[in-house]
């Protein structure tokens, strides 16, 4: 085969690996050994491609979060005719869908990067920051936008995925769907107030 297609295979392949025995293992745990072994790769492809565990680490872990960023925007565009609370509702079902059927993508994207040094916990601070356009309409859709903090969208974002970090921490991954409707009255709740928050919570409940 051309060498070009092997490279672009391998990588691929040590990407999944790594993503596969971080999940499973945890990242400190987790040895290039592992990862070769998995991959059906050799040390010297992955020293070629890659020269360390974190830099391989980092690359799965973008990769997993582009996935997740993508599968949250095309549910809030699938929903561009519904009013901006719903299209939120949407993309947080999207999100949690996702990660209770993805193990491995949860447990690597939310839990275990979080071990991974500094340089690791700055990327999640940045990828996170990624969900921020889709709260930033809810200052248009506010009654009291201009009066918002700055950080009214980080703020809420952060609030929500410190729920899902301890679910899924707890090893209730798989029953995400279940907090929904909490999710949903923390990211609404700075920009519409608790009354209309937890109308929105209600009526995802009754959804689900």
């Known amino acids: 085969m051309p060498r070009a297609y092997l490279v672009r295979s391998q990588r691929e392949r040590l990407l999944e690996a790594m993503l596969r025995v971080a999940a499973a293992k945890g990242y400190e745990a987790t040895t290039v050994t592992d990862v070769i072994e998995v991959a059906g790769v050799s040390r010297e492809a992955f020293e070629e491609m890659f020269g360390d565990k974190p830099t391989c680490f980092l690359e799965a872990y973008d990769a997993v979060f582009d996935v997740l960023v993508a599968h949250v925007t095309a549910a809030f565009e699938s929903a561009a005719s519904e009013p901006w609370p719903e299209r939120i509702a949407a993309g947080l079902d999207a999100l949690v869908g996702l990660l209770a059927t993805e193990a491995d993508i949860a447990r690597l994207s939310m839990v275990e990067v979080t071990a991974a ?9 940045a990828a996170l920051a990624r969900f921020t356009p889709f709260l930033e309409e809810g200052r248009e ?18 609030g929500a995925t410190s729920m899902i970090f301890d679910e899924i921490r707890a090893g209730r991954g798989p029953e995400l769907q279940r907090i929904l409707p909490d999710l949903v ?3 609404l709740m700075p920009y519409l107030g608790p009354e209309e928050a937890e109308s929105e919570m209600r009526r ?3 959804g689900t």
């Open 204 to 206: 995802v409940t009754r």
């Open 185 to 187: 009255f923390a990211v």
């Open 141 to 158: 859709y506010s009654n009291q936008g201009e009066e918002l903090p700055a950080d009214t969208a980080r703020f809420a974002i952060g």
């Open 117 to 125: 040094g500094d340089d690791a916990r700055a990327r999640y601070r």
